[in-house]
């Protein structure tokens, strides 16, 4: 073999042992699963500031990204609530003055990045790190001494993610929970004021200040030659 062989023999060489390398590092996965923990709060009858009694909460999340910048996706959580009343603040003599709760939420939400956000190569233009917001629907069951309420809600989010690592993601989340009930602090607390509730009024919120860990799966074809 001569040198004029032996220059594209090695040529071919290098190109196919660096192939698989260059095409993981373009590929692209449909989910992103993760699991997040941090701080609960509450706004309602015993509170007006969502740090003032925080609580721990914790979950599970579940997206399906359609492309770097627009995904959709779930959240399962428990938090745990609590508050007491402000010696400044009247409340009738009948009204408890502190209460506990436990609530259970699960949400569908649509996010938003914006900077398209990824792993890929450098024409691509993915960066990785992006703030993006979400919004959804969903409902909580709440759970104070022995009430039980369940009620529809709206999360609104507004975040920060970063690349950790190939298919690793960091996010930290502040979500504000828009409930569409005053039960949350319990049935005592409905209305102790005596004033009305309607179906976007004078209801309770939830807070959630969170990390979250996820890890990307189900790659998805750069050049699909099949129904995708």
């Avoid at 009024?201 to 129904?227: P, Q, V």
Wanted: glycine share 10%.
């Amino acid at each position: 073999m001569t040198i004029n062989h032996l220059i594209p023999a090695m040529l071919l060489t290098m190109t196919a042992i660096s192939a698989p390398r260059a095409l993981g590092q373009d590929d692209t996965y449909r989910f992103d699963l993760g699991v997040r923990c941090g701080m609960s709060g509450y706004v309602g009858d015993l509170s007006s500031n969502f740090f003032k009694r925080p609580g721990v909460t914790a979950g599970i999340k579940a997206d399906y990204l359609f492309n770097p910048r627009y995904s959709v996706g779930t959240t399962v959580s428990v938090s745990t609530l609590s508050g007491s009343i402000d010696d400044s603040k009247f409340m009738p003599s009948s009204a408890p003055r502190d209460f506990k709760s436990t609530a259970y939420g699960i949400d569908g939400r649509f996010n938003f990045n914006f900077l398209p956000y990824g792993t890929g190569a450098p024409y691509e233009h993915l960066s990785v790190w992006t703030p993006y917001v979400s919004v959804g629907v969903g409902a909580v069951v709440a759970r104070c001494g022995g009430d039980t309420s369940v009620a529809p809600s709206i999360p609104l989010g507004v975040g920060v993610r970063y690349r950790l690592a190939y298919r690793v993601n960091l996010s930290v989340e502040f979500t504000a929970i828009k409930t569409f009930t005053d039960k949350i602090d319990g049935k005592m607390l409905d209305d102790p004021m005596t004033i009305d509730s309607a179906f976007a009024k004078n209801t309770d919120w939830m807070s959630a200040l969170s990390f979250t860990i996820s890890y990307e799966i189900g790659r998805r074809c750069a050049t699909c030659h099949h129904i995708d």
